[in-house]
């Protein structure tokens, strides 16, 4: 027995993430790196934070690679072999997604495949494009080939018609950058176009599985520097409300995704064995000193949710989190009253959710940048 399984087996889970799991919530690591994965920390956040799934994006590689040193046997078998910059980042970034997932089967398969996926995403610099975005989610596919991989897309307007396509040939899609709720109900009918899609094309439904990454802390960090500056402008009412437009937009999308169980099309889709689009809580990290440090995960507790934390917000609820039952079905009206008392008070929803969609793309393509930056850097060193 190695030192790693017999640890393993003495871990004890914690009761808050066993708690908060019991109350229908996956919890996901919002990290992945070599590092991490030679060292053996994510296997014992499996064991004793009861994670059950990892997400990436952009700026997580562009992280893991700045210390480069796990990655560089692999940058310099890529050099020998002539591999472009675009060529070596996929190889690289496949390579950490595939053991991810390899670690992660047990779960998957415990779970019959609720949980245990891994989540990999397209270049960003594809979110304005459709037929890029597809082309690149297939070959992600096969270079993982693995069944608990989801290919995040963004929620853009042409990320939609992805959506549906990737889902229509059977590949599971995690949707990744959603800020509105318009958007999301858009998202919700590209998921049911795709599984009616993947239906038509002979596949297994029950075996397609999706989430909807709806982000929470972006929010409260754009209407809370709105709001505080109006309180400083005479409207001391605002100050009353900052740390409130995360939590009501995300409860307001939770309800959006009970109305859309309530309908037939759906019904039909259940019939024949498919799975719902679970909403995920993304940007769960607490930006703000003021706020609780749990807030985004004690906040969000529905069934059939994910909650994707930053390791610090894990360990965080790990140490003091508390679960006291469902937190969002019952605060719909209060949700409601927030975002309009924010919006009487001159904040813009639409023009909101526009820039921090735009800002998303922007931060994962100056992160996709890095990355590329930091692996041709690698390949050049040996050339």
Same mark, same amino acid.
């Given at each position: ?49 009861? =994670?059950?799934? =990892?997400? *990436? ?22 050099? $020998? ?6 060529? %070596?980042? &996929? $190889? ?78 059977? /590949?599971?899609?995690? @949707? ?10 858009? =998202?919700?009918?590209? +998921? ?52 409130? $437009? ?11 995704? !009970? ?21 995920? +809580?993304?940007? &769960? ?8 440090? *749990?807030?985004? =995960?004690?906040?969000? @507790? ?19 989190? #508390?679960? *006291? ?9 209060? %949700? ?5 008392? /924010? ?15 735009? #800002? ?9 940048? !890095? ?5 041709? $850097?690698?390949?050049? %060193?040996?050339?």
């Amino acid at each position: 027995m190695t030192d790693l399984q017999r640890t393993a087996d003495e871990a004890v889970q914690s009761p808050a993430t066993t708690a908060l799991a019991e109350a229908g919530v996956s919890i996901w690591l919002d990290d992945l790196s070599r590092t991490r994965l030679d060292e053996g920390s994510l296997e014992k956040l499996l064991t004793t934070r009861t =994670v059950t799934g =990892v997400t *990436t994006n952009p700026s997580i590689f562009a992280a893991a690679l700045k210390h480069a040193d796990a990655y560089e046997e692999q940058l310099r078998e890529l050099a $020998a072999e002539g591999a472009d910059v675009d060529a %070596a980042v &996929t $190889a690289l970034t496949t390579t950490d997604v595939r053991r991810a997932c390899d670690l992660l089967a047990p779960v998957h398969e415990a779970t019959d495949g609720r949980d245990g996926y891994v989540s990999i995403e397209v270049d960003p610099r594809l979110a304005r494009d459709t037929a890029g975005t597809v082309a690149q989610a297939r070959e992600l596919a096969d270079a993982v080939d693995r069944p608990n991989l989801m290919v995040k897309i963004p929620a853009t307007v042409e990320g939609l018609p992805a959506i549906t396509e990737v889902l229509g040939a059977g /590949i599971n899609v995690n @949707v990744t950058l959603i800020f509105s709720l318009p958007r999301y109900r858009e =998202v919700v009918n590209a +998921w049911l176009a795709g599984l009616e899609q993947a239906r038509a094309n002979g596949h297994d439904i029950s075996c397609i599985h999706s989430v909807a990454s709806f982000f929470v802390s972006r929010v409260d960090t754009d209407v809370d520097a709105q709001l505080r500056d109006l309180a400083a402008d005479g409207h001391p009412e605002a100050a009353q409300l900052t740390g409130r $437009a995360g939590l009501a937009n995300a409860r307001l999308a939770y309800r959006a995704f !009970e109305q859309a169980l309530d309908s037939e099309r759906w019904r039909l889709l259940e019939a024949a064995g498919a799975h719902v689009q679970r909403p995920l +809580w993304a940007s &769960t990290g607490v930006k703000d000193p003021d706020l609780p440090d *749990t807030l985004y =995960v004690t906040g969000l @507790v529905a069934p059939h949710t994910v909650n994707t934390m930053p390791e610090k917000t894990l360990e965080a609820f790990a140490d003091h989190g #508390e679960v *006291t039952g469902d937190t969002v079905t019952g605060a719909y009206d209060r %949700a409601d009253a927030d975002l309009d008392a /924010i919006g009487e008070l001159g904040v813009s929803y639409p023009e909101l959710v526009e820039r921090l969609e735009t #800002e998303g793309l922007q931060k994962f393509e100056d992160a996709w940048d !890095e990355l590329l930056a930091s692996v041709r $850097a690698g390949l050049d %060193a040996h050339h």
